[in-house]
């Protein structure tokens, strides 16, 4: 069965400080993988999408980015961290079919003081 | 007007009520159709998908789908305090990778 991990859990950075969450996919290959950050109280929005190694979609300009080193494995990344940049952020991974049902990992809760 | 939208609730009902909660899409070329649950602090579960008009039965759980008036709902029977959480709908368009959410409706089973 597929599994998808996220890491850290939780996460407290001051403004300016560089970013760096992790996620991994296990019991799948070539999935689609994508990044989420849903802030207190909110809907989800899609930050970043990935249909296989090194492609890359952005779907809201800001200061962050994403990469995929490897098939299974996806990154999300900021140089400087701003306070707008606390949330709870998603990792989910989908398949290749025409359903599309994506699945999440555990999320990372970071708060930037 | 948003491309998915819920009612934000909270949707009361009592214990081993109905819940119905609903939601409405703009893009008429949407495919499939899918809905989420979301305890407090906890990542979205996928607990239903559904890709054509009429109902699909899960255990508890139905899914309504009617394409024509752009409308999915979720039934829950029974429904238990530990129901209690947000509901998140999410629909995909064609040929699309993403999935559009709409902004959750909070069900609260009062025992």
């Known amino acids: 069965s597929q599994t998808i991990h996220q890491w850290p859990a939780t996460l407290v950075q001051p403004v300016g400080s560089p970013l760096s969450l992790e996620c991994t996919v296990e019991g799948t290959s070539n999935p689609n993988l994508y990044w989420y950050r849903q802030a207190a109280g909110r809907g989800l929005q899609l930050l970043f999408y990935s249909v296989g190694i090194g492609q890359i979609s952005s779907e809201v300009p800001q200061n962050l980015s994403a990469s995929r080193p490897q098939d299974r494995q996806f990154i999300l990344s900021s140089k400087k961290l701003l306070l707008s940049d606390s949330g709870f952020y998603l990792c989910a991974w989908g398949g290749q079919g025409s359903y599309n049902e994506q699945f999440f990992g555990p999320g990372t809760r970071l708060t930037v003081l | 007007q948003k491309e998915v939208e819920q009612n934000s609730g909270p949707l009361s009902v009592p214990e081993g009520a109905i819940a119905s909660l609903n939601c409405t899409y703009s893009?008429?070329?949407?495919?499939?159709f899918f809905w989420y649950r979301q305890y407090s602090g906890k990542s979205p579960e996928l607990i239903m998908s559904?890709?054509?008009?009429g109902d699909k039965e899960d255990g508890r759980f139905t899914a309504q789908l009617n394409k024509a008036s752009q409308y999915v709902s979720l039934l829950i029977r029974d429904s238990q305090p530990s129901d209690s959480a947000t509901y998140l709908c999410?629909?995909?368009?064609?040929?699309?990778?993403?999935?559009?959410f709409g902004s959750g409706t909070r069900l609260l089973v009062r025992p």
């Open positions: 999410a629909v995909r368009r064609d040929s699309s990778y993403k999935l559009i």
């Open positions: 893009d008429r070329g949407s495919q499939s």
């Open positions: 559904i890709y054509s008009n």
